[in-house]
C-alpha cells in the first residue's frame, strides 16, 4: 500500500514537499507518479519517475516548479512543490506501476495512495 503525507494550506508562492511510503511489495521493482484531482475534475497526472530515478517527467502544468524523486533505501517518494500557485489547489494521489515506460496515464497505476488535500490560498 502507499501513504501520503505533507499536504496542507499555503499561500501562493509557497512550498510544500509531499511524501509517499510504500509498503507491502519491492519498491526498487515499481516505478511512481503523482496524480492530483480537483472538484469535478479529471485526474491529472502531473510526475512520473522511473525504478531507478534516471528519468522524470512533467506536466506542462508544474514543469520546472514541481520535482519528483525517490528514496530506494527508505522505500519513500516525494514531490517538491515550488511556486504554488491557486490552481494547484487539489488533492493529490500517489501511485505505483510495473509498466516499463514513462506514463501518467492513471489506468497505469496498479496501487494508490488515499490522496492527500493541498490548498494554495492567494
Known amino acids: 500500500q502507499l501513504e501520503e503525507s505533507g499536504g496542507g494550506l499555503v499561500q501562493s508562492g509557497g512550498s510544500l514537499r509531499l511524501s509517499c511510503v510504500a509498503t507491502g511489495f519491492t519498491f526498487k521493482y515499481y516505478s511512481f507518479g503523482w496524480f492530483r484531482q480537483a472538484p469535478g475534475k479529471e485526474r491529472e497526472g502531473i510526475a512520473y519517475?522511473?525504478?531507478?530515478?534516471?528519468?522524470?517527467e512533467y506536466a506542462d502544468s508544474v514543469m520546472g516548479r514541481f520535482t519528483i524523486s525517490r528514496d530506494n533505501a527508505e522505500n519513500t517518494f516525494y514531490l517538491q512543490m515550488n511556486n504554488l500557485r491557486p490552481e494547484d489547489t487539489s488533492i493529490y494521489y500517489c501511485a505505483a506501476s510495473t509498466l516499463g515506460r514513462p506514463t501518467r496515464d492513471p489506468s497505469d497505476f496498479e496501487y494508490w495512495g488515499q490522496g492527500t488535500q493541498v490548498t494554495v490560498s492567494s
Open positions: 519517475i522511473n525504478r531507478d530515478g534516471s528519468t522524470a
